[in-house]
């Protein structure tokens, strides 16, 4: 019993690990497999290994494999286009649906200063230019996580990372992108480090957020209706 559990983790490991690696799959293809391999264990195993499980519209139908592909399509033009801001940098992930969807993080966002919120001129011109994107692609949700470093302790940086991620939406709002579309605005505090806290390039590194497009159920609908683009 426990060499067949283990047998059936490792199979379904492997393919995720096949998925996630091709980089030279594009995410239409990426949409197809993931649309068609949607079953519970492998959908688990590749929204844990992304840490992505809170990005996701929910979502009470299949979806299919042609269905994935467009949505990968989809995904592939939005991740295209942010990616010509200069400061961004863009991720193609796996949502809780897996599916495509698309992070975006920006160099000048790592530059909030310690125990602050307030976002400086840089962030503010990218966020400009990353909401224009939103606009047109305004049948991706957004998801925006806050982040902080390790200085201090949950009781400040659990709200610093809340208004930093707040400040973001904020700001993209203000420049047009709909509240409606903003689905999700979180802190993490310090919980989800990506750099060394033990260093202040580290610690800078870690003081960011993370902005998520992920497909909407009206796109999933879409797809499954063979009406998006």
Not at 134 to 157: E, R, Y
Not at 180 to 193: A, L, N, T
């Amino acid at each position: 019993m426990k060499f067949n559990l283990f047998k059936s983790f490792a199979i379904v490991l492997c393919a995720a690990l096949v998925m996630s690696g091709c980089s030279t799959m594009n995410n239409t293809a990426k949409g197809s497999m993931i649309g068609a391999a949607g079953g519970a264990a492998l959908g688990l195993l590749v929204g844990h290994l992304a840490g992505n499980k809170a990005v996701g519209a929910a979502v009470g139908t299949a979806v299919g494999a042609g269905a994935g592909a467009v949505i990968g399509n989809r995904m592939d033009k939005a991740a295209a286009a942010a990616s010509e801001i200069e400061n961004a940098t863009v991720e193609t992930i796996t949502d809780a649906n897996n599916l495509t969807a698309v992070k975006v993080t920006f160099n000048s966002g790592v530059l909030f200063a310690t125990n602050k919120a307030e976002l400086n001129n840089a962030v503010k011109s990218d966020l400009s230019e990353f909401a224009k994107v939103l606009k047109n692609f305004s049948d991706a949700d957004v998801a925006i996580f806050g982040h902080t470093d390790s200085t201090g302790n949950d009781a400040i940086n659990n709200p610093l990372s809340v208004n930093r991620a707040s400040a973001v939406a904020s700001y993209l709002m203000a420049q047009g992108v709909p509240s409606s579309q903003i689905k999700s605005v979180e802190g993490y505090g310090s919980k989800q480090p990506v750099a060394d806290n033990s260093t202040s390039a580290g610690r800078q590194q870690n003081r960011r957020v993370e902005i998520y497009l992920y497909a909407s159920q009206a796109m999933i609908e879409a797809a499954n209706n063979g009406t998006l683009k």
